[in-house]
C-alpha cells in the first residue's frame, strides 16, 4: 500500500501540529481517531527576508492558447455554468474535459489562475455555481454558501449532461466532438472536494484533484453526510480504481480530515497521492494552500475590498495567488495530464515524477514536508 515520507525544508524547531478549527467537528474527530503510526508534519519557522526553498523541481506554468469564456443559464433554475476553454477550441478535437467545483461562499474569480493553465494545456474546465447570494461588487454575484448539500454532486453531474448536450448543439463552440466527454476529471476545493467525492461515485472519472476537501472518512457534519454514505462514495471509487490526488498545508484547519481521507481503508484500491506543503514554501511565494487556502494578502482592487463583501471575500480562498511560483499548481498539472491524456501510462514521465523516486519526482520536492503515496492494488 502507501509508504510516507516527512522532509524538513532545512533545520528547523518543531513546532505543534495544526488543530482543526473549533467549529469543524469532522476535522476534530478525523484528528482524534488518526492512527498513531502517521508521522506528524514537521513544520519550517517563518523564512528571513529574501529566504529561498532548497534546489527542487520548478513550476513553470503551462504554455498554449489563451483562455475564453462564457457563461450560460442552466434553464428553469438559478445553476449557471462557467466554461472556460482554448481561443482556437474551433480547430481542436476531442479536448478533455475537468469539472471543477468551488468551495463554500467562493466565486468564479477565485480560481482563474488554475483554469488558465488548465486552458492552455488544451483542457475545457466547466464551473456550476448559483445565483442566490449577491455580494457587493461582483457581477454575477456569488454564489450561495449552501450551493450543494447533496450526497450525490448533482451541480457537477449537471454541469457535465451541460457539456454533452452542447456538444450535439450546432450553435454552440463546442459541437462537433470539440470536447471528449468521456474524457472527464473531477475537481473542487472544500465543498467542491467533498461534492467531487460524491459525483465521482456516480459518474467514473479519470482522475479527482481535491483541494482540501470538506469531508472526513467519517462524513461531513457540515453538509449532513454520513460515515454510511462517504464510505459508500468510496466504494463507488474503488470499484472504477480512480485515482486521487488530496492537497492541504502544514496549517491547513482540515489537515487531518484530508489525511483521513487518504488513510480510508474503502478507498485503498485507489491510487493516492496526498501533498502536504510546507508553512515555508507558502510564506514564500504567499501560497493560498496556508490555512485552507486562505488569501494571505488582498488580491483585488481596494474599492471593493474596503466593502463588506470585500472583507468577507478576504477570509475565503484564492486559489493559485502565488502566481507561476504557487506550488499547489505544478503537481495538479501533472496529475491531469498523467489520467487525462497519458491515461496512466505507467511508462510515461508524468508518472515516475508522480510515483516514482527519481530527481524530478515528487519526493524530491522541497516545498512539500509530507508526502504519502499508493499506488492502489
Same mark, same amino acid.
Request: net charge negative; with cysteine.
Given at each position: 500500500m502507501g509508504c510516507g515520507t516527512s522532509k524538513p525544508l532545512e533545520p528547523v524547531q518543531p513546532v505543534a501540529a495544526a488543530q482543526p478549527a473549533s467549529g469543524d467537528k469532522a476535522g476534530q474527530k478525523a484528528a482524534a481517531q488518526a492512527p498513531s503510526s502517521t508521522p506528524a508534519p514537521q513544520q519550517a519557522s517563518a523564512p528571513a527576508p529574501g529566504g529561498n526553498l532548497p534546489a527542487g523541481p520548478p513550476y513553470p506554468p503551462p504554455v498554449g492558447p489563451a483562455m475564453k469564456d462564457l457563461s450560460e443559464q442552466m434553464a428553469g433554475d438559478d445553476l449557471l455554468v462557467n466554461i472556460y476553454f482554448p481561443e482556437d477550441i474551433a480547430s481542436r478535437t476531442g479536448a478533455p474535459l475537468i469539472v471543477y467545483q468551488h468551495g463554500r461562499g467562493s466565486t468564479h474569480h477565485v480560481y482563474q489562475t488554475i483554469f488558465k493553465r488548465w486552458v492552455a494545456m488544451g483542457y475545457v474546465v466547466i464551473f456550476p455555481y448559483k445565483t442566490n447570494s449577491a455580494v457587493p461588487g461582483e457581477d454575477p454575484p456569488w454564489p450561495s454558501t449552501a450551493l450543494d448539500a447533496s450526497p450525490d454532486g448533482i451541480e457537477m453531474q449537471v454541469a457535465l449532461k451541460k457539456m454533452i448536450s452542447a456538444s450535439s448543439d450546432k450553435s454552440s463552440p463546442f459541437f462537433g466532438g470539440k470536447v471528449d466527454t468521456k474524457n472527464v476529471a473531477l475537481g473542487g476545493h472544500s465543498m467542491g472536494g467533498k461534492s467531487s467525492i460524491c459525483a465521482g461515485a456516480q459518474i467514473e472519472p479519470r482522475a479527482l484533484l481535491l483541494h482540501s476537501p470538506s469531508c472526513s472518512s467519517e462524513g461531513s457534519e457540515v453538509y449532513d453526510l454520513s460515515k454510511e454514505q462517504i464510505e459508500d462514495r468510496f466504494a463507488g471509487l474503488a470499484k472504477d480504481r480512480t485515482p486521487i490526488?488530496?492537497?492541504?498545508? %502544514?496549517?491547513?484547519?482540515?489537515?487531518?480530515?484530508?489525511?483521513? !481521507?487518504?488513510?480510508?481503508?474503502?478507498? $485503498?484500491?485507489?491510487?493516492? #497521492? +496526498?501533498?502536504q506543503y510546507s508553512k515555508q514554501a507558502c510564506e514564500l511565494v504567499q501560497s493560498t494552500i496556508i490555512e485552507h487556502f486562505k488569501p494571505p494578502r488582498t488580491v483585488f482592487k481596494p474599492e471593493f475590498m474596503r466593502d463588506v463583501g470585500g472583507r468577507e471575500f478576504q477570509a475565503h480562498c484564492y486559489l493559485g495567488s502565488g502566481g507561476v511560483n504557487d506550488p499547489s499548481l505544478k503537481w495538479g498539472d501533472v496529475f491531469m495530464r498523467l489520467y487525462l491524456e497519458k491515461k $496512466? %501510462?505507467?511508462?510515461?514521465?508524468? +508518472?515516475?515524477? #508522480? +510515483? $516514482? %523516486?527519481?530527481?524530478?519526482?515528487?519526493?524530491? %520536492?522541497?516545498?512539500?514536508? !509530507? !508526502?504519502?503515496?499508493?499506488? $492502489?492494488?
Open positions: 490526488m488530496l492537497v492541504t498545508s %502544514d496549517e491547513d484547519v482540515r489537515q487531518a480530515a484530508v489525511l483521513s !481521507v487518504y488513510e480510508a481503508p474503502k478507498l $485503498g484500491a485507489c491510487p493516492k #497521492l +496526498y501533498l $496512466g %501510462d505507467k511508462a510515461s514521465p508524468e +508518472y515516475k515524477m #508522480l +510515483y $516514482g %523516486d527519481g530527481p524530478d519526482s515528487i519526493r524530491k %520536492d522541497p516545498a512539500l514536508s !509530507v !508526502v504519502h503515496i499508493s499506488e $492502489g492494488l
